[in-house]
């Protein structure tokens, strides 16, 4: 008889049933083009692909690594092209032992706890809702929504900038404490840059890489979703720098080596279309689009947080982030409305809020 994995029913949290997600726009038609280009060559002999290198295509690595990490030193074979940051955020954490320790903001994304449920990193749920065994970082008002360095010791750190729910930018001092501190505890941080292509105040960092020392000590997701409307085409990547060694015992290993080896045998990669796709976003013009797709989605969510503003909201996020954080109830036609306790305990009290409709 089989037995199940009973660690799955310890999730408090419900799945989603319908993304929440979808208001970044169709693809752009630099992408569209090149998506149906590719498509058209797998359908003929002399063109098509089969499978292709594990980590992604090098045009598409080597496009990225030269746009996005210009001048951060990260090189194309640091590169994991992946279906999602999704995929990435939630299997990374099988290459740690089950006794590692978990530091995730309150609130956060349910993803970030929930595979710790599901793989039994967790312990009891706790009376004041969350799981024992992790470290929450409380984001609050009166923190600024800034997660503050814990006075114990964690091992694996979820961080984002901007923070989901709350849309905050974290600032590079907040970011160099927090590479000193997992540096000081062998740790290892894994920085959801999913909506890093919203940050707009000027001196927040767009990539953990701009705080020296952090390719020793972090792993950086990052996803098309949410910056080039990918939600259902599906494409992201991670960046693991040959620099991140952790030592377990008396051995020090290579994070690069141990995410090669896991997804060489877990994954046959991305489509050839799709990461056809991702690359048009490089080219002049597809990045034209991309500028004023954002400042779309942007001045759309800025709209929101003026208006609610006015009528007396106190309202967080929207400056760097295309969704609010706002306090209090609240209940309004054609606005996407998620309620703060999704996002655990610490978003009691709050709901995110997008704009909706298309663009
Ligand atoms: C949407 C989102 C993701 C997931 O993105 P996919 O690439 O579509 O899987 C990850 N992290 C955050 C913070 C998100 O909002």
Known sequence: MVKLNHHYSKLNSNPQTSSTEDFFGPLTPTVAEALENASREMGSPETCKGYGPRQGYPFLREAIASHDYKG???????????????????????IFGLESRVAVTDPAPPLYIDVHVMAGRTRLPLKTG??????????TEKNRFTPEIPNRPSDLIYLS????????????STLTGWVHYAKANGAVILFDGSYEAYLRTPDAPRSIYEIPGAKEVAVEVRSFSKTAG??????????VPHALKVLDGHRLFSLHSLWTQRQQ???????????????ALYS???????RQRIDQVLSRAKALRDQLTQQGYKVYGGIDAPFLWVKGPFQEKGILATPGSHFGPGGEGFVRLQPSGAL
Not at 76 to 91: H, M, R, V, Y
Not at 130 to 139: A, D, E
Not at 284 to 290: A, S
């Open 284 to 290: 002049e013009k597809g990045q034209k689009e991309i």
């Open 265 to 279: 045998t877990k994954s046959n990669g991305i489509s050839y279309p799709v990461q056809k796709a991702a690359a």
């Open 161 to 172: 900038s901007p923070t989901n729910p709350t849309g905050v930018a974290l600032d590079r």
């Open 72 to 94: 951060l030193g990260i090189e194309s074979d640091e590169l994991f092209i992946s279906d999602g940051a999704t995929t990435d955020l939630a299997n990374f954490q099988e």
């Open 130 to 139: 969350g799981y024992g065994g992790i470290v929450y970082l409380p984001c």
């Open 230 to 239: 990918f939600t259902g085409l599906r494409c992201s990547y991670t960046v």
